[in-house]
Each structure stands twice: as C-alpha cells, then as structure tokens.
C-alpha cells in the first residue's frame, strides 16, 4: 500500500512538472487523456501495424521509401512524408550501412578483353549484358568465397557459386549456373574486372562456346564494374554484416536463401521503380 502511495505521488509530480514545462494545466492534460481518440489517429495506429509488420518482414532492412512502396503494393495509399513521420515517432529505420571489401588478384600475364561494356549499365532486355565479380565472407573456419553473376537488365543474380578456395573453378560454377538457367541468344556481354580467374582459358572457352563477347574493367578502376559491387555493399550491410558465422556451411545456407529468396524474389529495388528483379522481368515479358 504504502509503494503505491509512492509511485501515485511520483506519476503526480511528474504530470505536474510536464504542464509546467508545456505551459497547461493539469485539468486540460487529463481531459486530454481521456478524450477519444480522432479518426485520424486511428488511421495512424493501423497504418502504423502494417508499417511495422512490413519493417519486420524485410527484416528491418526497408526504409521509408520501401515500406511507401510495399505499402502501395498492397493497395494501401499513403503519402510518403506521413510513412516517414510514422517511422520516425515509432524508432523504425533501415539498418544501419557499412562498406564492404571486394577482391581480386589482376596481377598475371594472360589475355586481358578490352572495356566494351564502358560503365553503360542499362540494357533494353534480359540477357544482354551479365556482370560479375568476386567477395569474401568470414567465417570462424576462414574464408568463403563467393562468385556472383547479374543480369544489367533486372538487377538479377542470374549465377552465383561459393567455395573455401579462389581459384578459376568458382567463377565457373557461376556462369555453369547462369547458363542452365537461362536461354541465350547471339550478342551478349561477360562483364568483370581482370581477376586471373576470369582470364583463365578455360573460363574464356566457356565464354566463346555460348557467343559471349567478353569485358573487362580497367586496371585498378572499380567504377568500371560498380553495379556488381553495389550488389556485395547490399550483400554486405543487409546480411553479412549482422552474422557471426561459425561454419562455412553456416555462411552457405544464409547466402543462399538471401540471394535466392529475399534478393531475387522479395527486396525492392529503387532501380527496378521498387520492384523486385523477378517482378519486373515478370512484368516486361
């Protein structure tokens, strides 16, 4: 009894020193409290549950002009200053972004292609133009290395292949993948940086067997490949970043379902007008 005196007494004080500091009276504070709610606040709690069962589902990686997207999505229609206040009041926010390293190893002496595709990374149609590249992931085991193939055109990871060693067999995993995926026709782009697993002849074969003319980025010059390392930074601070992997198989299976799952299928990209790559290619056809 003599504890709820207490807290009573303080839950007071504190009302008190809050309409002081507000500058109104306690009478008006409490005819505000119990007030019923406006129409409007009633929209704002609604919208405010579908906004955090959207934040939630994209595992807290959507921001304000992601969640107007899905939200428009599904036929509900709001204005995007109201999302963001919403978000805002509620402490909802895209996780926060780090950079992220690539690598690659330039450093031999076979056949280097010339830059063809020249930082034009836009395509009328599927299958025109593939870039890739090469990241890590760390592991407690060591490193996993991972290959990736995207299709310019949709943003889509069209191959992809991970392996604990560098060499010329993890780049052609991926295009292997691509490959059996995808139906081909003359006149399409290899795109990736001057890595010595590209340059290999065995990779360059396979490239020529399916008509592919081969790019590569200049020397040293990361911009000439930017939307693949896009894609690694994405990699990177919506995954990778908030794991601490114990295993390499560990690190597989969750790269896996975000590539294959939330990636290619879910996650809205402002390039693709907030449409996921297999939407939008489902759409163009």
Known sequence: ???????????????TKMCHVLAVSRSGYYAWRKRPKSHRDKENDQLVDRIKEIHRSSRGLYGCPRVTAELHAKGIQCGHNRIARLMRLN???SKIQRRFKVTTHSRHHLPIAPNILDRTFTTDSANQVWVSDITYIRTQEGWLYLAAILDVYSRHIVGWSMSRFLGQELVLGALQQALGRRKLTEGHIFHSDRGVQYASAKFRKLLTDHRFTQSMSGKGNCYDNAIMESFFHTLNTELVQFHRYQTRAEA????????????NRIRRHSSLDYRSPFEFERIQQ
């Open 1 to 15: 009894m003599k504890f709820e005196f207490i807290e009573t007494h303080r839950s007071a004080f504190r009302v």
């Open 252 to 263: 597989r299976e969750s790269v896996f379902e975000y590539i294959e799952v939330f990636y």
């Open 91 to 93: 402490g909802l926010r």
